[in-house]
């Protein structure tokens, strides 16, 4: 599967961005789906994750409340809803897939990635 992330932009504290991720070349639902980011000289790491059916979910604390994350696998999409932004959610984003039995949170579980899609959250 070849994943293509977008939607990123500039945006002022407390606005709110929705991130896609287009998904072709593979049936996009049968991987689970996830959402990173990563700021210079940092690892990156997991926003949230959604399984391949779109039951469960997964976020990390500092954007619980804050970020959505859906799919719909008849458009081949996922998408990152990011509401009440703050400026240390400053990062490149970006989409990934995995297989696996169960919803993976590490980013080693990721086999396919997107190009990054940039957010920056001014104060």
């Known amino acids: 599967v070849q994943l293509q992330a977008f939607g990123g932009g500039l945006v002022q504290a407390g606005g709110s961005l929705r991130l896609s991720c287009a998904a072709s070349?593979?049936?996009?639902?049968?991987?689970?789906m996830g959402w990173f980011r990563q700021v210079p000289g940092k690892e990156r790491e997991i926003v949230a994750a959604?399984?391949?059916?779109?039951?469960?979910?997964y976020y990390r604390d500092s954007v619980k409340g804050r970020f959505s994350i859906s799919r719909d696998n008849a458009k081949n999409m996922g998408y990152l809803q990011m509401n009440s932004l703050k400026p240390e959610d400053t990062a490149v984003y970006y989409c990934?897939?995995?297989?696996?039995?169960?919803?993976?949170?590490?980013?080693?579980?990721?086999?396919?990635w997107g190009q990054g899609t940039e957010v920056t959250v001014s104060s």
């Open positions: 070349r593979g049936a996009f639902s049968i991987y689970h």
């Open positions: 990934a897939a995995a297989y696996g039995r169960v919803l993976p949170v590490s980013r080693a579980d990721y086999s396919f």
């Open positions: 959604i399984t391949r059916s779109g039951g469960s979910t």
